[in-house]
């Protein structure tokens, strides 16, 4: 069922970051040596020591921001974009893993993780054979403000497919700040649906969703058959990864609302194949859980409810703090954000 180390080539991407690439590299030789090793990155980055077997060296293309709020995040697609397109274009083997420049591995069990749930369905695939990806940070589309959301992480598939992935146009600056929301300009999709969709409509599929604000049924139905159809998720230790401590934080990054590999086993077992055996417990979803109390975001009694209601509640008091976005209205976003749930919650009794 899996693939053999010397059969892959692994692109890792982006700019060289001095503590950890090293890191990342290294890590690379020790689990996988018989694989091909591609570092591409940018014509400014210092390269000297480190281990790989390929390098391509690219102009960088610069960046957007999330909104045209001031010190709003930095939206880093274009450059996703060229160095992985740039990377997949020189791999010499038939598999490859797509992997951030700061991130390590700690095995390679997940190339076991190959060639299972194989079925599909026919009007949403795209790609020869599923893309694994990381269930963090792919969107599950029913208790997420985010559709069409796969974690751009780290991918693992076909060269093939993964040049199909990332042979789309770079973001222009009428799709960075296509969006106007009580005055201020946002990107139409974020980066993670930009590239996605765009994979999708090149590859001749109608996707009705105008920009990142188009929630509806129909779009979060699409998501799920879209997702079961391309990709299969697991979470960072299923795939051997160990991602960089900004990216533990719970509360920042939203873990709750990621999709587990369970929860994407039950909507391929819902769309595609009703034979599926799903575990009855998901451990992911219950550690999930489990934290989600500690920092109190959800009370122990009546979980679900509570949960699907606080999450209600959150969505609600981003979207009113959606112009206060950035930085510099940190605390004034925050502030509304209490605000608004303060006043939800009391509704509620």
Request: glycine share 4%.
């Amino acid at each position: 069922m899996g693939i053999f180390d010397h059969a892959v080539s692994v692109v890792v991407q982006g700019a060289i970051n001095t503590s950890l690439t090293p890191k990342c590299l290294k890590s690379i030789r020790r689990y996988l040596p018989n694989a091909e090793i591609i570092l591409s990155t940018w014509n400014s980055c210092n390269v000297n020591g480190l281990d790989y077997d390929k390098l391509v060296l690219s102009e960088d293309p610069g960046f957007f921001y999330y909104s045209l709020n001031e010190n709003d995040k930095v939206n880093n697609i274009n450059r996703q974009i060229l160095s992985t397109f740039a990377g997949l274009k020189v791999a010499s083997n038939e598999w490859v893993l797509k992997l951030r420049s700061d991130f390590q591995i700690n095995g390679n069990n997940f190339l076991n993780l190959v060639n299972k749930y194989e079925n599909s369905l026919v009007d949403y695939k795209v790609f020869t054979n599923k893309i694994i990806a990381c269930s963090y940070f792919s969107r599950n589309p029913k208790c997420s403000r985010y559709v069409f959301h796969p974690s751009d992480i780290a991918f693992l598939g076909l060269k093939k497919d993964l040049l199909n992935l990332y042979q789309i146009p770079l973001m222009n600056e009428d799709e960075a700040y296509y969006l106007t929301i009580n005055g201020i300009k946002y990107n139409r999709y974020v980066p993670e649906q930009y590239l996605f969709i765009k994979c999708l409509r090149k590859n001749f599929k109608t996707v009705n969703f105008s920009d990142q604000s188009d929630l509806n049924d129909t779009v979060v139905e699409e998501t799920e058959k879209y997702f079961v159809s391309n990709f299969v998720f697991y979470n960072w230790n299923q795939l051997n990864l160990i991602a960089p401590k900004k990216f533990n934080d719970f509360i920042l990054n939203d873990f709750m609302t990621c999709i587990t590999h369970i929860e994407w086993l039950k909507l391929y077992g819902k769309y595609v194949d009703e034979q599926v055996i799903i575990p009855k417990k998901d451990p992911e979803r219950i550690r999930l859980i489990k934290t989600a109390i500690k920092f109190g975001l959800l009370q122990k009694s009546d979980k679900t409810k509570k949960f699907r209601l606080k999450k209600l509640n959150k969505l609600i008091s981003n979207i009113v703090a959606m112009p206060f976005y950035g930085n510099k209205n940190k605390n004034k976003r925050n502030q509304i954000r209490k605000k608004i749930i303060n006043i939800l919650e009391k509704e509620k009794h």
